[in-house]
């Protein structure tokens, strides 16, 4: 019997990368997940660990923060680039499957008009309700979770003090991205809940996008006041929102600047800033809070 070397492939996967166009104000955005696999001749890596004929999946992930600095017109258009590029660039390289992923992005409505530079990730968030009877009381406790946000300008972090661990620079416009969970205590049963909701999650949205913000923390802050100062049957809103890191991509290895354009999305670890924002004149009700995973 010999042991033969059957079907592979190698590549880089899930390289997460955010293209932003600040041409014009109306800033437009493209947030892909781009992972590449190779085919061809590896078998001298897999059987003596001869890597002459490897492309590095750190290259693999290089060229494709790097196309992207050119635009990205499409998934398909982007996914067709790469592949043929990577398909002809060595011969014993004899084909590569580029996968895309990209995740939608819908402006968000202020006063009724799309942002400029506010956006909302297209889908995925949770409506929750938890109700709690504690001693003839009824205490209902509303929230939603993944509503995925992010500003492609309006936010700045600086002034923090800089101890000896202290790298990260001063920024006067970056990304600010999260994921908002959101948990907000009503002082009354008889709601209409529908119409409730979703002027909770507008005001939510709408602070998002119209504060300029100095730290999440300002932000997850105007986003709870919004909300107390727009619907009076709220008593408090309990927040937590992972700053979602974009680090712009540094291009310069390969003969590219970079003006704000392409940027890594990095998954973890992530800033994870929460807080409650409430009334002073609405007596506490910790029991709706009970049984509630995490800060909120
Ligand atoms: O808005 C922010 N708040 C922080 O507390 C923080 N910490 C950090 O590294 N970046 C940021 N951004």
Redesign the pocket.
Known sequence: MAIVLGPNQYGKAEVRVVAVDRSTPRHTLVDLNVSSALRGDFSAAHLTGDNAHVLTTDAQKNTVFAFARDGVASPEAFALRLATHFAGSYPWISGARVAVESYGWDRIAVDGAPHDHAFRRAGGEVRTAVVTADDGDLHVVAGLTDLVVLKTTG?E?WG?PRDAYTT?KETRDRI?ATAVTARWRYTGTGLDWHTTYDTVRTTMLEAFASTH???????LHAMGAAVLETVPEVAEVRLSMP?K?HFLQDLSAFGLDNPDVVYHADDRPY?L?EGTVLRDDVPAAEVAWQGTPGFV
């Not at 913000?213 to 932000?219: E, K």
């Open positions: 936010s972090f923090f990260l600010l913000s100095l730290a999440l923390q300002q932000t700053n890191h800033g800033i």
